[in-house]
């Protein structure tokens, strides 16, 4: 049968169809239990070049942090801070349409970024927004064939695809184009890795293990062990930029 992509506007028929709609991707059965979908937000400054200068930060290099719930921010050309926070608000299933917009916890990321830099104390945050990110089971990418050779797909970036999707793209055109090479021989084509719980178990699972994890971040930060239920707990999480001791 051929493939048929419907859309408001009409319907399209194609010999091959490519589906890369990272966190979007959970509407689709086939990839329900392979990851969890939470928001990431992020604010940015009003230029402030002299005020940047002073922190002796001028290349543009980003930083992130070591917690399973990042911290990641970098400076703009024309002076700006932007600083961005992993690991927020989890969606039921495939909703998460009010992770898109002004993020909501816009004062806690500019007293964040403050904190790191205080001489940004008095420039004023310009904007703040928010999305949805895909957080797959092992914390990486997953490459495959949806039940037919000539329909692909590609998810579970776990908020780490800027580089990683140029290597995705080329893993996809090559099963696309149903090509025998190096790059549809990748180790991450491989069917979705399983082991999330269907909905609602999920997502009150996950409310629990991210729970665990902003304690015991917490806990860190003040210089305290974390509590041995918080810390058991927290080792459910997928994978991020670090492990998880």
């Known amino acids: 049968a051929p493939l048929v992509v419907t859309t408001p506007g009409g319907r399209i028929i194609a010999d091959r169809v490519v589906i890369a709609m990272n966190a979007w991707s959970a509407g689709l059965r086939e990839l329900r239990r392979a990851f969890v979908v939470v928001a990431s937000d992020i604010v940015i400054t009003e230029p402030a070049m002299d005020e940047l200068q002073r922190t002796g930060w001028r290349d543009g290099v980003s930083i992130s942090d070591s917690r399973m719930m990042v911290h990641y921010y970098r400076t703009t050309p024309d002076g700006r801070i932007a600083l961005g926070k992993g690991g927020g608000r989890l969606a039921y299933g495939a909703r998460f349409a009010s992770f898109n917009g002004t993020s909501p916890i816009e004062a806690q990321l500019a007293a964040r970024m403050r904190a790191i830099y205080p001489s940004f104390e008095a420039v004023p ?35 780490n695809g800027v580089g990683p999707s140029v290597l995705g793209g080329r893993i996809l055109a090559s099963l696309a184009l149903g090509l025998d090479d190096e790059w549809a021989a990748c ?32 806990a860190e930060d003040c210089g305290r062990p974390p509590a041995r239920v918080d810390r058991a707990l927290a080792g459910l999480a997928p994978p991020g930029l670090v492990p998880l001791e």
Request: aromatic share 10%; charged share 25%.
């Open 187 to 218: 180790g991450l084509v491989r069917r979705p890795p399983r082991g999330l719980p269907g909905e609602p178990w999920k997502y009150l699972g996950g409310r629990l293990v991210r729970g665990a994890v902003a304690r015991k971040e917490r």
């Open 125 to 159: 945050i310009a904007a703040s927004w928010a999305g949805p990110i895909d957080r797959s089971v092992d914390g990486l990418p997953f490459f495959f064939a949806l039940g037919r050779p000539d329909l692909v797909c590609g998810a579970g970036y776990s908020g």
